[in-house]
């Protein structure tokens, strides 16, 4: 059983930067994060795997960077120009395929954090 635990978050205005971070309690694993707001779908965000190949969805390109560090099994997501339409729960996960993680069926997941954009 891998643990999942996510730093970062919280609230910020419309075109702000967040990190976000989160902890594996063990390596291997593709990594990631998903989100979803309220009344609306789970969708995949951005993912990294343990040779550092990265998959993002379309609109987080140019804005969304992922990046991650081996030595502490730690990934970061750095989010900038921040748009009221990204606050949600961003989740991360982890997966031992980053393709089913981009289909949003991952094997473990965080508890999740709160992002809010203010307009």
């Known amino acids: 059983q891998v643990q999942l635990v996510e730093f970062g978050g919280g609230l910020v205005q419309s075109g702000g930067s967040l990190r976000l971070s989160c902890a594996a309690s063990d390596k291997g694993y593709a990594m990631g994060w998903l989100r979803q707001a309220p009344g609306k779908e789970r969708e995949f965000v951005i993912a990294i795997d343990d040779k550092n190949n990265t998959f993002y969805a379309d609109s987080m390109k140019g804005r969304f960077t992922i990046s991650r560090d081996n030595a502490y099994n730690h990934i970061y997501l750095q989010m900038n120009s921040l748009k009221p339409e990204d606050t949600s729960i961003y989740s991360c996960?982890?997966?031992?395929?980053?393709?089913?993680?981009?289909?949003?069926?991952?094997?473990?997941w965080g508890h999740g954090t709160q992002v809010t954009v203010s307009s």
């Open positions: 996960v982890a997966s031992g395929r980053m393709a089913s993680m981009v289909k949003g069926h991952c094997d473990y």
